[in-house]
């Protein structure tokens, strides 16, 4: 037929198959190939039903997202047009599911009169990750087949459901052993044979008969994603079209999805969240690290201290499967870090998220030692003790003695000089950063810190743990900060500074929260405690340079012995058993103090100047790590942010955002600003660059 669909006829059964790989993607010349199976099958007069199935792994991951924007070659048939036609097909049409069916894929499939599913499928309408909705009648078909309940959490959550969870919801209509393909075409043998009634998605109206009249149903849903999807404008679509569902006729209905589905694949939104996708997939390419580098086995691991971050370490391979030895200074240490690590367990299994057994199963396969001779077998090892050049050193020079050569021995180290580290061992080349974000056990980044003798082995190896661990690993290089904090520094200095030039924590952290953030630089401060910080402060005074300006607020608030939640007072006061944040006229009335001391004439400052002083800064900085070479691409930044500062995935990130923004926009605001407050706001070379070129951070 074509070279990406086939068309076989098996004693009267049309096989129409996709062969698209890797995912089967829906895109133009898929459709194209489709619109002419299905129309051979028709017009065959020997066909009497049609099986639609996918080849390799899975049925079809949906539409080809890398074409969306472009236009259609012409003749190319809409994808809903496509299914429109599957759907009024007098011959049965037979959906043989396996892999997965998503998207677009789960739509064709919900066209067809049949869907059968190999028990390890599964099927979805993530669409709203990408910030669209299912555009191909997938908000129309599913809540007629599901009923509204199951169908708002399928498609504003984009949830993907296993075969067994399907059947029971009614989306597909059989689970079968053995070969799907042939089981379609048996069945489709017995609705001709046995003239079975073809049963169409569109036509079925039970179900959203019975929500009609009842929009409280979708208010209430709107106010339960309220704080969920702040933000995020495809949630709010995808609710509207289901409620279109049980409003409209089906015909309406598809053109208010079409309508919304248009005016959302337009959008900044969904440009952004696309973008984090194709991101997320490129952090794994590294580019004198191939595919075919080999990788050392992680059977087992140990985790040297038992903190606050070695805990969460700990739980991760645990999860994981991967049998851990937790290494402390003392077994009071020991039963310290466990109990922590049992609560965490046991909260979990309170919400009901983890069985006991499985908390049980998790927790025998954390054991404990302080003595390093039982490190000797473990193939990866993570330390986490205090933040101390030299206490780090020794503890590596001890794994290096006591550890099997082969290991691996890397460092959470947050600040520190991975290759000084990796120089206090006879094995720098598997030595490495594997930089976790609190808390370890619940935030998916890791920034894997080569160092400057990793081998591609130890590279290869560790990111291959990310990914065992279900983290998002991300390859950096070494330098102060790494890249996340690094550019965190850049953002949170400029906030003080404004701080002592006229705004407050409170309005500054309205105007990040606004622009999307978890929350702003005050109250995250509050929530990860603010002694560290300081303590690190005070360690670097002697080497700071003095013609920089420094802001010493925060300073004056942890001598206030205000450090945070911990302390019931912060930037912020903090109500007893309450985690939110209140304006303290003691904070507001220091700043004041600061300000007058040091010269400040307080000025009304803007929203829009909070935005571009904290948020310009952090690109800017992100521009300089580019051109260290300290992160491979401008989108392995955008993941940095997305998945370990909570950047709003609606944005893709500061380096995408940028390019939204404008790179010359920034660039100019920069000059301006670096004019008017400093040194510290130095446009970097390579955003000038860029911005003279007319270019962007994706065209790097
Ligand atoms: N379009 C274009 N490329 C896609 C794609 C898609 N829908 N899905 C995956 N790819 C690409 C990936 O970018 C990756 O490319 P590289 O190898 O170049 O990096 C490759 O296919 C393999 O993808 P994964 O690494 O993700 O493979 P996997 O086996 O781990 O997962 C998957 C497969 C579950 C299908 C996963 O890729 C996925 O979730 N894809 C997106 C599914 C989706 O969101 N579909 C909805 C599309 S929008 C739509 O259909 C609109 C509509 O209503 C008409
Ligand atoms: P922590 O103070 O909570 O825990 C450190 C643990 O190390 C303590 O339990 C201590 O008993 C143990 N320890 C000290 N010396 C030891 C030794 N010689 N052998 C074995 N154990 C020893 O510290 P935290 O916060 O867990 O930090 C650990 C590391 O993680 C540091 O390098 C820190 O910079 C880094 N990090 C911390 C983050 C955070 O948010 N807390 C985030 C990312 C990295």
Known sequence: MSDVVTLSNRNGVAVVTLQNPPVNGLGFAVRTGLEAALRAAT???????????????????????????????????????????????????????HGVALGGGCEVALGCHVRLATPDARVGLPEVTLGILPGAGGTQRMPRLVGIPAALDLIVNGKLVPAKKALALGIIDDIVE?????????????????????????????????????????????????????????????????????????????VTERARFRELVASDQSKAQRHAFFAERQVTKIP???KSTPTLSLDTAAVIGCGTMGGGIAMNFANAGIPVTVFEVSQEALDKGLDVIRKNYAATVSKRRLSQNEMDQRLSLISTTVDYADLATVDVVVEAVFEDMALKKEVFGKLDTACKPGAILATNTSTLDVDEIAAATNRPDKVIGTHFFSPANVMKLMENVRGEQSSPETIATIMKLSKAIGKVGVLVGVCDGFVGNRMLYAYRRQSDFLL??????????????????????????????????????????????????????????????????????GWFRYEEGSRTPIPDPIVDELILKISQENGFTRREVGDQEILERCMYPLVNEGAKILEEGLAQRASDIDVIWMYGYGFPRFRGGPMFWADLVGVQTIYDTMSRLHDEHGDWLEPAPLLKRIAEQGKGFRDL
């Open 178 to 254: 053995g070969d799907i393909v042939d089981a379609a075409v048996a069945h489709a043998r017995r609705m001709v044979s046995e003239n079975l009634p073809i049963r169409r998605a569109s036509a079925l109206d039970d179900k959203v008969v019975e929500a009609r009249g009842t929009p409280e149903v979708f208010d209430d849903f709107r106010k339960t994603m309220a704080r969920r999807a702040r933000g995020f404008e495809a949630p709010f679509a995808c609710v509207d079209c289901v409620e279109a569902a049980v409003n409209l006729p089906f015909a309406e209905g598809i």
């Open 43 to 97: 017009d065959d007069d020997t066909v009497q039903a049609l099986v639609i199935t996918g080849d390799g792994k899975m049925f079809s991951g949906g539409a080809d997202i890398r074409e969306f924007g472009q236009p259609p070659p012409d003749g190319t048939p809409p994808l809903p047009m496509l299914i429109d036609t599957i759907e009024a097909s007098d011959k049965p049409v037979i959906a043989a599911i």
């Open 288 to 290: 004198d690290v191939p």
């Open 500 to 569: 002592e030039e006229g705004a407050l924590p409170a309005q500054i952290d309205k105007v990040i929260y606004d622009f999307g953030m978890p929350m702003g630089p005050y109250a995250m401060g509050d929530l990860a405690g603010l002694d560290v910080g300081w303590r690190i402060r005070q360690q670097q005074a002697a080497t700071r340079p003095p013609h920089l300006r420094y802001s010493t607020v925060a300073d004056h608030v942890c001598e206030l012995g205000r450090f945070g939640q911990k302390t019931g007072a």
